[in-house]
Protein backbone atom coordinates (compact mmCIF):
# COMPACT_ATOMS: atom_id res chain seq x y z
CA UNK A 1 0.00 0.00 0.00
CA UNK A 2 2.78 2.79 0.69
CA UNK A 3 3.99 1.87 -2.56
CA UNK A 4 1.02 2.24 -4.75
CA UNK A 5 0.55 5.64 -2.59
CA UNK A 6 4.42 6.77 -3.43
CA UNK A 7 3.82 6.27 -6.85
CA UNK A 8 0.69 8.25 -7.24
CA UNK A 9 2.79 10.84 -5.12
CA UNK A 10 5.65 10.70 -7.64
CA UNK A 11 3.22 10.71 -10.84
CA UNK A 12 1.31 13.53 -9.65
CA UNK A 13 4.54 15.51 -8.99
CA UNK A 14 6.09 14.96 -12.19
CA UNK A 15 3.27 16.39 -14.19
CA UNK A 16 2.62 19.22 -11.79
CA UNK A 17 6.56 20.18 -12.52
CA UNK A 18 6.11 19.82 -16.23
CA UNK A 19 3.16 22.13 -15.62
CA UNK A 20 4.84 24.82 -13.89
CA UNK A 21 7.64 24.63 -16.73
CA UNK A 22 5.27 25.48 -19.07
CA UNK A 23 3.36 27.91 -17.55
CA UNK A 24 6.32 29.81 -17.02
CA UNK A 25 7.07 30.19 -21.12
CA UNK A 26 5.76 33.21 -22.40
CA UNK A 27 3.53 32.67 -25.06
CA UNK A 28 3.94 35.41 -27.94
CA UNK A 29 1.50 38.32 -27.58
CA UNK A 30 -0.12 39.06 -31.04
CA UNK A 31 0.69 42.73 -30.59
CA UNK A 32 4.56 42.26 -30.26
CA UNK A 33 3.71 40.21 -34.08
CA UNK A 34 2.06 43.12 -35.04
CA UNK A 35 4.88 45.49 -33.63
CA UNK A 36 7.38 43.54 -35.95
CA UNK A 37 5.10 43.63 -38.88
CA UNK A 38 5.01 47.74 -38.89
CA UNK A 39 8.92 47.13 -38.59
CA UNK A 40 9.32 45.54 -41.84
CA UNK A 41 6.57 47.11 -43.36
CA UNK A 42 8.53 50.90 -42.74
CA UNK A 43 11.90 49.88 -43.13
CA UNK A 44 10.83 48.98 -47.04
CA UNK A 45 9.32 52.59 -47.70
CA UNK A 46 11.67 54.72 -50.03
CA UNK A 47 12.52 57.37 -47.55
CA UNK A 48 11.20 61.15 -49.01
CA UNK A 49 13.37 64.22 -49.23
CA UNK A 50 12.29 67.38 -49.78
CA UNK A 51 13.82 70.36 -51.49
CA UNK A 52 12.90 74.38 -51.84
CA UNK A 53 13.40 76.48 -54.46
CA UNK A 54 12.11 78.62 -57.55
CA UNK A 55 10.75 76.94 -60.85
CA UNK A 56 13.90 77.51 -63.75
CA UNK A 57 11.54 75.66 -66.38
CA UNK A 58 8.33 73.18 -66.08
CA UNK A 59 7.57 70.73 -68.71
CA UNK A 60 4.08 68.36 -68.76
CA UNK A 61 6.82 65.52 -66.83
CA UNK A 62 9.11 67.32 -65.22
CA UNK A 63 10.58 70.31 -63.52
CA UNK A 64 13.41 72.23 -63.23
CA UNK A 65 13.66 73.89 -59.16
CA UNK A 66 16.52 76.16 -58.58
CA UNK A 67 17.63 76.61 -54.78
CA UNK A 68 19.97 76.05 -51.95
CA UNK A 69 21.54 72.64 -50.80
CA UNK A 70 24.33 72.31 -48.03
CA UNK A 71 24.86 76.22 -48.83
CA UNK A 72 25.50 75.75 -52.42
CA UNK A 73 23.17 76.73 -55.41
CA UNK A 74 22.15 74.06 -57.06
CA UNK A 75 19.17 72.72 -59.75
CA UNK A 76 17.10 69.81 -59.27
CA UNK A 77 15.26 67.74 -61.91
CA UNK A 78 11.61 66.31 -60.63
CA UNK A 79 10.20 63.82 -62.79
CA UNK A 80 6.08 64.28 -63.10
CA UNK A 81 3.58 61.47 -62.93
CA UNK A 82 0.12 60.59 -62.59
CA UNK A 83 0.60 60.20 -59.04
CA UNK A 84 1.84 63.92 -58.52
CA UNK A 85 0.12 66.17 -56.89
CA UNK A 86 0.36 69.84 -57.41
CA UNK A 87 -0.74 72.99 -55.46
CA UNK A 88 -0.65 76.63 -56.01
CA UNK A 89 -1.91 79.20 -53.90
CA UNK A 90 -3.63 76.11 -52.10
CA UNK A 91 -5.93 75.12 -54.79
CA UNK A 92 -5.08 71.95 -56.86
CA UNK A 93 -3.62 72.50 -60.26
CA UNK A 94 -1.92 71.02 -63.59
CA UNK A 95 1.80 71.50 -64.77
CA UNK A 96 0.85 74.28 -66.96
CA UNK A 97 -0.09 76.48 -64.45
CA UNK A 98 3.51 76.52 -62.82
CA UNK A 99 5.14 79.51 -63.88
CA UNK A 100 8.90 80.22 -64.23
CA UNK A 101 9.91 82.20 -61.02
CA UNK A 102 7.02 80.63 -58.71
CA UNK A 103 8.39 79.64 -55.38
CA UNK A 104 8.05 76.16 -54.68
CA UNK A 105 8.35 73.25 -52.24
CA UNK A 106 8.68 69.43 -54.02
CA UNK A 107 8.65 66.41 -51.78
CA UNK A 108 10.42 63.86 -53.61
CA UNK A 109 11.20 59.99 -53.65
CA UNK A 110 15.02 59.16 -54.75
CA UNK A 111 14.48 56.14 -56.78
CA UNK A 112 17.73 55.02 -58.26
CA UNK A 113 19.02 58.42 -59.49
CA UNK A 114 15.72 59.16 -60.70
CA UNK A 115 13.88 62.01 -58.52
CA UNK A 116 10.13 61.72 -58.39
CA UNK A 117 7.85 64.18 -57.22
CA UNK A 118 4.89 63.28 -54.76
CA UNK A 119 3.88 66.68 -53.90
CA UNK A 120 4.55 70.26 -55.23
CA UNK A 121 3.54 73.18 -53.80
CA UNK A 122 3.91 76.58 -55.37
CA UNK A 123 3.36 79.84 -54.50
CA UNK A 124 3.49 82.70 -57.35
CA UNK A 125 6.91 84.15 -57.60
CA UNK A 126 8.15 88.03 -57.18
CA UNK A 127 6.63 90.36 -59.20
CA UNK A 128 10.08 91.17 -60.75
CA UNK A 129 10.20 87.51 -61.63
CA UNK A 130 6.67 87.85 -63.90
CA UNK A 131 8.27 91.17 -64.84
CA UNK A 132 11.27 89.49 -66.24
CA UNK A 133 8.71 86.78 -67.86
CA UNK A 134 7.15 90.01 -69.40
CA UNK A 135 9.93 92.24 -70.30
CA UNK A 136 11.49 89.35 -73.22
CA UNK A 137 8.16 89.12 -74.56
CA UNK A 138 7.27 92.55 -75.67
CA UNK A 139 10.41 92.93 -76.84
Do not use: C, I
Request: glycine share 8%.
Amino acid sequence: MKRALAAVVGVAFVFASAGLVGAQTPAPKPEDKKMEDKKDASMKKTPHHTAVGTVKTVGPDSVVVAGKAKGKDTEWTFALNDKTKLKKAGKDVTAKDLAVGDKVTVRYMDEGGKMTAMSVSASAGSKQAAKAKEEPAKK
